[in-house]
């Protein structure tokens, strides 16, 4: 699938272009091909319905949307599509409604111009689309979203794994604003962190100018210092254990690709592993930490070594609730 989704971004370049204005075009040209490498049929209308409408009520006359698709003889999922060059942000209203329709079935609407992609799912209230799309993909600009499309695949869908994927991206969303609102940091927060005048040689009074001109130099220290931290857990006290990762079956050639960064990168964790393997691990303070990508999924082992190894198991786990990440426990000496 990730080579055909690479060469359907290939022909989305090459031919946006020419489907400009053309919402037709666009249809068959760049919106059609991608749900034809997920597995659905876009052909029989048992499985993706085309101009689909829904009743609703005497009086209200609604536009169509696009495309209703059906698993196991039911719609899971909605398509909006624009022709390319059209502001897709302004049909989400429309396609809200359908999604309320969908009598709780329906957890996924899209809208897409065939080059920019909006995901909507309904964690806010639900069966009602939120107003905010857990992910959007530029085929232009950005990765393809591979870990998204994945669970997206015909034979793969489960309303619950879009929900659960949903729900991570909002959370790591939510996340990247807080480290950006702290690398951006608020006259509160200067205040805070410079108020030790003897340490840092401000003997001015806190104005807005005086904490104008420290903002900079927080972030930059606030940078500096997760800079340092991450080479801090990398070496301090880390023991290097020989790990025996398990052999690389036959498909595994693409995960040398996949795990360049972390084995090559400056100050990376696992700088120097071995590229050929599924699998990294290291000791860090009394813990095996191993990541892994198999069948479609990754996976991180955290491996406890010390008389108290339950009670530092149990502790860490507090910090991964079961909800949000599966998990199985091996007990072991």
């Not at 949903?166 to 108020?195: C, N």
């Not at 036959?250 to 795990?259: G, R």
Request: net charge negative; aromatic share 10%; glycine share 6%.
């Amino acid at each position: 699938m990730k080579d055909q989704l690479e060469q359907y971004v290939r022909k989305v370049k090459d031919c946006y272009e020419s489907c400009r204005g053309n919402e037709a075009a666009t249809k068959a040209a760049l919106v059609a091909p991608l749900f034809v490498i997920l597995g659905y049929d876009v052909a029989d209308p048992r499985e993706c319905k085309p101009e689909y409408k829904a009743d609703f009520g005497e009086g209200r006359s609604k536009d169509p949307v696009d495309w209703a698709f059906s698993v196991n003889n039911s719609f899971v999922f909605l398509v909006e599509a624009k022709a390319v060059g059209k502001k897709i942000d302004r049909y989400d209203a429309q396609l809200g409604d359908y999604y309320a329709q969908g009598q709780g079935a329906v957890k996924l609407g899209i809208l897409t111009n065939g080059v920019q992609w909006r995901f909507f799912t309904d964690l806010v209230a639900e069966n009602l689309m939120d107003k905010e799309p857990f992910l959007e993909w530029d085929v232009l600009k950005d990765a393809i979203p591979c870990d998204f499309l994945t669970i997206l695949q015909r034979a793969e869908f489960k309303p619950e794994l879009i929900k659960f994927f949903a729900k991570g991206k909002r959370r790591q969303s939510v996340l990247v604003a807080e480290l950006t609102r702290l690398l951006e940091p608020s006259d509160e927060f200067v205040k805070l962190a410079i108020q030790n005048k003897e340490t840092l040689f401000e003997n001015r009074n806190l104005t807005a100018t005086v904490i104008k001109e420290w903002k900079p130099i927080l972030a930059g220290a606030i940078r500096e210092w997760v800079q340092q931290q991450s080479l801090k857990m990398a070496l301090d006290r880390a023991i290097d254990t020989p790990v025996v990762d398990p052999p690389p079956s036959p498909e595994d050639e693409n995960y040398i690709e996949f795990w360049k960064p972390i084995r090559t990168e400056i100050n990376g964790l696992f700088v120097g592993k071995p590229a050929d393997r599924p699998w990294v691990s290291k000791w860090i303070r009394g813990i095996c930490l191993s990541l892994g990508v198999l069948n479609h999924a990754c996976y991180v082992e955290l491996g406890f070594d010390d008389e108290r190894r339950r009670e530092r198991r149990d502790k860490a786990l507090e910090l991964f609730p079961v909800a949000v990440y599966p998990r199985e426990l091996h007990e072991s000496p």
